[in-house]
């Protein structure tokens, strides 16, 4: 039989049949205006999601790591500083990238399973009294370890330094899943990808980028050509692309945003609460601990289950993956091995986390872990029927 099972991990989401055929479009001239009209919704749409009032939205055919690219590149000049937290593989990718072209990391290591040290963000941005610092990077969901930052009060803390900087927010693992402001948070561009909250296939990096990052472009001296925005503006000044755009990703994004706003983006982001919510306590009922270190950090998108002593997470992906056909996450850099990633993003129900668990659990029993079958299912599923009318209200 081929099992058509769903994914639980961080991406690529499981996608619903609705947005796999909008994208499935007929050949289409890229400079008519039927693509034009295909074009702009997706861009105003994805404007509300990320809750922009000005600035820009531009839908790049690459990834999540593209958009941090095209980010940088845009905005900065060789040589300039950067201000980062490192505390998981997502936000040490990024590092990695900006070094790699060129560009002064002042990295402020974190403990991974913390989220992003405000007041020492706060501390370093006082201390640059010259402005060497010309952007802040935040990780808004560490997807390697499950822990969600507080931008809002990142924002905060920038603002109580009186500092100049650019804030760029990688929300590749949050937007459209997680609340996102980027108005309130005065954020200068956010990154995300296709194939996450979104729920298409990977090929999309979509950025917002508000009017302060803009104006940085026309001195931003980093290489860039394929991902130069300014191109991208001329283009959209014709009602569309400097080359040839992904149609039907584009198409797709529309039938996405239709569907984000059809259940209304605070129910998307109350179910994904309350799905996280019984997979936490599926997770305690297993007598497991999860990586993100209090309460407060743990995110809706992803949970990572740290493994007992003496136990490998990623026997578990591998077995899962082997015998089940159920696809979970595996740890990465520093936590590799010590948890395995139970991913809850995109088009997800109860019946369908409830599935993931009791896979999860034959897993962990097939393999020795201290877990009692069941024990995790009926904690979530308590927690799911006590709370089902409660999330359709909210
Ligand atoms: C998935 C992910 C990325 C990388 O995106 P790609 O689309 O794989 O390039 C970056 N940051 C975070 C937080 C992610 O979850």
Redesign the pocket.
């Known amino acids: 039989m081929h099992a058509q099972n769903p994914v639980f991990i ?2 690529p989401t499981n996608m619903p049949d609705t947005i796999r055929k909008a994208c499935d479009v007929a050949t289409l001239d890229h400079r008519s205006p039927a693509f034009a009209a295909m074009f702009r919704p997706a861009v105003a749409g994805v404007k509300r999601v990320l809750k922009m009032d000005a600035g820009e939205v531009f839908l790049l055919p ?7 690219e095209a980010a940088i590149t845009n905005t900065l000049s060789p040589g300039d500083t950067v201000l980062a937290a490192r505390f998981g593989m ?1 936000s040490q ?2 590092i990695d990238l900006c070094q790699r072209h060129g560009l002064t990391v002042e990295i402020l290591e974190t403990p991974w399973g913390q989220g992003m040290p405000l007041d020492r963000i706060e501390a370093a941005l006082k201390a640059d009294t010259d402005g060497r610092i010309k952007a802040v990077l935040a ?5 390697a370890t499950g822990v969600r930052s507080d931008i809002g009060g990142l924002r905060k803390a920038m603002d109580r330094a009186g500092h100049g900087a650019l804030l760029f927010v ?5 937007i459209a899943s997680m609340p996102f402001d980027f108005t309130a948070w005065g954020v200068d561009i956010a ?1 995300t ?1 296709s ?2 909250g979104f729920m298409l296939p ?1 090929g999309l ?1 979509i950025l917002g980028v508000s009017d302060k990052a803009l104006a940085a472009m026309d001195s931003a001296t980093l290489p860039r050509t394929y991902f130069d925005l300014r191109d991208q503006q001329k283009g959209y000044a014709a009602g569309g692309y400097p080359y040839t755009p992904p149609v039907g990703l584009i198409a797709g994004l529309a039938r996405s945003i239709e569907l984000l706003e059809d259940e209304g983006l605070d129910a998307v982001f109350a179910r994904h609460h309350r799905l996280a919510e019984g997979v936490r306590r599926a997770v305690a009922a297993w007598g497991l601990e999860i990586c993100a270190a209090s309460p407060a950090l743990a995110s809706d998108t992803v949970t990572a289950v740290v493994a007992p002593a003496g136990f490998d997470g990623t026997e578990v992906v591998k077995l899962a993956a082997e015998k089940y056909h159920v696809a979970f996450g595996v740890g990465l850099g520093a936590v590799a091995g010590k948890v395995f990633r139970i991913g809850h993003l995109g088009m997800l129900s109860d019946v369908m986390v409830l599935s993931g668990l009791a896979t999860a659990e034959m897993v962990m029993a097939d393999l020795g872990w201290p877990v009692r079958l069941g024990s995790g299912v009926a904690a979530a599923q308590e927690y799911f029927r006590g709370t089902v009318r409660l999330a359709a209200a909210a």
């Open positions: 961080p991406g690459a990834t999540g790591t593209g958009g941090w997502f990718r990024w990780t808004h969901n560490e997807t990688d929300g590749v693992s949050s990154v990808g194939q996450k990977a990096a």
